[in-house]
């Protein structure tokens, strides 16, 4: 009797219950849906619409102000070299004309032409820090070689200022013109 009831149980656990689908669409096939609603509807959602606006010749749209913006000025306004046998050294003044402190670093020369006929050298070759409305100077150090491959050069002597000591924000650029008289033209052969 036993047997009998534990046979019973087992196969009114194994039986599983009826399954109901509550699905009220119909089953679409494949060959019912048209290919070219298909290409048409991706055509229409590819589609960008944008609207140019022309601004007028005396309205501009506004460009962001910084809050902390990064002024500085220098004296001279460029620096003009004419070199020969002689090193020359030049003392530049910058000041901070923003309304906060400032970090400035001499970061070089933009244009490596000035570098074939010279070898260049600045101080402090560490960052300056600079209240508002003072000024501090970078003194430019160019020594002459023996031989210049070129006649003149143009350069930028690339200074980085920041808010804070590691963080640059912008970058200026001196202009440096430079005329080497040691510059010895490549000879010509006969036939040219």
């Known amino acids: 009797m036993s047997l009998s009831k534990a046979g019973s149980e087992e196969s009114q656990h194994t039986t599983l219950p009826p399954m109901l689908i509550f699905n009220p669409r119909e089953k679409i096939e494949a060959e019912q849906i048209p290919v070219e609603d298909l290409a048409a509807r991706a055509k229409e959602e590819k589609r960008y619409e944008t609207q140019v606006v022309p ?12 809050k902390f913006p990064v002024e500085m000025a220098w004296s001279p306004n460029a620096l003009y070299f004419v070199l020969d046998e002689e090193p020359i050294t030049v003392r530049v003044r910058i000041w901070n004309t923003s309304s906060h402190c400032m970090y400035f670093l001499y970061c070089g020369l933009w244009g490596d032409m000035a570098r074939l006929g010279a070898s260049w050298c600045c101080h402090p070759r560490t960052r300056i820090w600079l209240p508002p409305g003072l000024s501090s100077e970078i003194i430019v150090k160019v020594t002459p070689r023996q ?4 006649p003149c050069a143009t350069a930028s002597m690339q200074i980085a200022a920041g808010h804070l000591r590691d963080n640059v924000t912008g970058y200026f650029a001196i202009p440096v013109y430079v005329k080497f008289l040691k510059y010895i033209p490549p000879p010509v052969a006969e036939g040219e």
């Open 55 to 66: 601004y007028p010749d005396k309205l501009t749209p506004h460009e962001p102000i910084a």
């Open 147 to 150: 031989l210049a491959p070129i």
